[in-house]
């Protein structure tokens, strides 16, 4: 009784109330803790690398905050920055994430970042924090254990909330949602620390006459799949589901007043993607501004995950019991179905095919909304009306088998990472860990038609985990503090410790970085598995919210199923400078390594034309000869020249 009067004398908003910090807090250890094997024989405790490893992906977002700092900060070198957002529409709209290695902050991809431009600094776009959210909660709902496990449940907390806090701010009418803070033409040019922000920041809107659905409609997921977890909603399947491998359950963060709060907002905003005035359409329609970085492909999957989200958010606190009235769960019923059909109306499951499958990221929902329909399907049929989720499983596993047997877009590089040319192109660790999650999300939950489907789904997951920490042929743990041999150069404005002037030596001043990115997940290597470390490579180097996604789960998954050792700690410190490449990369941030050197494509695609051309040019020779000696033979010219005297 004592501590509850105490709590409820130091947070009378309930909502407000979030678990209380460690102290003394977490902080990273340093990079040479990674070199140390665990005692893998001790099970009876979570593994110490693992714990570390989680919560060095939570400090990341610590570091990437925006607005004005809370008291209890880890991140000493950071400041208060970009306070004034919302200024020019009369709110406050400080606050969130800045995206990626810059200081965009995104509303809808709050996910995908920086990819696509190597300096779009202190925008903030709501799509890439929505998707950053939405991923991190569905991760959290059945997994959770993990972060239980290893302390981080309260720094969970604090890492969703400033995320949602920031999004509510951002929703601030049933109809309204901004998407976009900042001028990307004025911060493209900005390359310094995070107190020299250059301004003005103009705030970006959608609403009622100028609608987007696809961000109003990711927004709701986020909304919706964090209020589930913090309503304690599991999707855990029932007990005598024949291939579940785990016992999930959520991490540690029930509290129902702001899983009340969050549901609202996703009703909210649910009614605007589906009843806008405007219509439906793509948010870059109303905000061309926001499609000259992010730019969405359509609605249709956004809408469907939405809807289930939506739907697992509305169920009665007992989902199961017996006792609920049709009224109870009249809700979820409405919202699942509503999902169902905006996935048969937009023909989603065309992108699951074989030549044409899409990966899982912030802009490409499908591969997860079949894997959400068929947990919560298996989980809560009668509550939700669907009694059968053999549709979705055929589904998610045509997909997955496409991938595990690359017998479609996707191929395993040489080193056996997961590979989408195009979507792999730029960050190409994103896809695959995606992949991984989504494999294990689904194996874990027992929806496998077979122990041995699920344990190749599994094995692969593994796979591409153990890829991104450092069993690749670079010898490199792409997640920044995590080994000596990590990244030292990612693509960050604000660990650098640069001034604006620097932009032009970005590779080189300073010579080191100030600060170390703890926990950052850079962007990955080229498809030959050559990795530069180079600060200027955007494509290779930069860090983002939703890069970190799906390592999150990964991380707790590793926990729950009392994994091995992370693959880093088997590696000999400076093992990875002998295999450092020679030379500079070839892509969308520098062409240098293109100017002496083409792919094996397109020296092949050379070799044929230079054939061809040279074959043209040979026959025309011999024509020629042959034409002129016909000529020398029968016309009235003498065969042998007159001499001259």
Not at 461 to 486: C, F, I, K, R, T
């Amino acid at each position: 009784m004592n501590a509850l009067v105490l709590l409820l004398i130091a947070c009378p908003l309930l909502a407000h109330c979030q678990l209380s910090l460690p102290h003394p807090p977490y902080l990273p250890p340093n990079a040479s803790f990674g070199a140390q094997p665990a005692n893998s024989s001790d099970v009876s405790h979570p593994n110490p690398q693992w714990s570390a490893l989680l919560g060095n992906l939570l400090y990341f977002y610590d570091a990437q905050r925006s607005g004005k700092l809370p008291a209890d900060e880890r991140v000493s070198w950071r400041n208060d920055s970009a306070v004034s957002d919302g200024q020019d529409v009369g709110l406050d709209l400080s606050g969130g994430y800045y995206d990626a290695g810059d200081y965009i902050k995104c509303t809808f991809p709050l996910a995908s970042l920086a990819i696509l431009t190597p300096c779009r600094a202190e925008i903030f776009i709501l799509a890439y924090q929505s998707f950053t959210l939405m991923s991190a909660c569905w991760g959290a709902l059945t997994l959770g254990k993990g972060y239980d496990m290893a302390n981080q449940t309260p720094y969970l907390d604090d890492m969703l909330r400033w995320g949602l806090d920031w999004m509510i701010k951002a929703h601030p009418s049933s109809h309204t949602l901004f998407v976009q803070v900042g001028d990307g033409d004025l911060d493209d040019a900005y390359w310094g620390g995070d107190q020299g922000i250059p301004g003005p920041r103009p705030s970006y809107q959608i609403n009622d006459t100028s609608p987007g659905t696809d961000a109003a409609a990711q927004a709701a997921a986020a909304f919706a799949a964090c209020s589930a977890l913090y309503s304690n909603h599991t999707l855990s399947p029932p007990p005598a589901s024949p291939n579940a491998s785990l016992a999930l359950s959520p991490a540690s963060l029930q509290n129902a007043t702001y899983a009340s709060t969050l549901l609202a907002h996703a009703q909210q905003l649910w009614d605007f993607a589906t009843n806008a005035t405007g219509g439906q359409r793509t948010y870059q329609t109303s905000v061309p501004a926001a499609g000259e970085a992010y730019a969405s492909s359509g609605y249709g999957d956004e809408l469907t995950v939405a809807g289930f989200f939506l739907s697992l958010a509305s169920l009665p606190a007992n989902p199961s019991n017996s006792t609920n009235s049709p009224n109870d769960t009249a809700a979820a019923r409405s919202y699942y179905a509503s999902a169902s059909t905006y996935f048969e109306q937009f023909e989603l499951s065309g992108q699951l095919q074989p030549g044409q499958e899409q990966v899982f990221n912030w802009d490409s929902k499908t591969p997860g909304a079949v894997v959400l329909a068929a947990q919560i399907a298996k989980a809560f049929p009668d509550a939700v009306g669907e009694s059968n989720s053999s549709r979705w499983t055929a589904l998610a596993e045509g997909y997955f088998d496409t991938i595990v047997n690359s017998s479609g877009r996707g191929f395993l590089t040489g080193g056996g990472l997961l590979y989408y040319p195009g979507d792999s192109d730029e960050a190409s660790l994103n896809p695959a860990l995606n992949a991984a999650m989504l494999m294990v999300q689904y194996a874990s939950a027992g929806l496998a038609s077979s122990q041995s489907k699920a344990q190749t789904y599994l094995t692969f997951a593994q796979a591409q985990l153990d890829y991104a920490l450092g069993n690749n042929p670079m010898e490199v743990p792409y997640v920044v503090g995590a080994h000596p041999n990590s990244p030292a150069n990612p693509h960050s404005a604000l660990a650098t410790g640069a001034s604006p002037a620097d932009i032009a030596n970005i590779d080189t001043v300073p010579a080191q970085e100030r600060y170390i990115l703890y926990g950052a997940l850079v962007g990955g290597p080229d498809t030959r598995g050559r990795f530069w470390d180079l600060r200027g490579d955007w494509v290779q180097s930069e860090v983002a919210l939703d890069y970190n996604a799906p390592l999150l789960t990964l991380a707790s998954f590793s926990l729950v199923n009392a994994s091995g050792d992370p693959y880093y700690t088997a590696l000999q410190p400076g093992s990875n400078e002998k295999l450092r490449p020679k030379g500079w990369p070839c892509d969308a941030a520098y062409q240098q390594g293109c100017a002496h050197g083409l792919s094996t494509g397109a020296k092949i695609a050379m070799g044929v034309v230079l054939g061809i051309v040279g074959c043209v040019i040979l026959g025309l020779g011999a024509y020629w000869l042959v034409l002129a000696s016909r000529n020398s033979r029968h016309s009235g010219f003498p065969e042998k020249p007159i001499t001259m005297h």
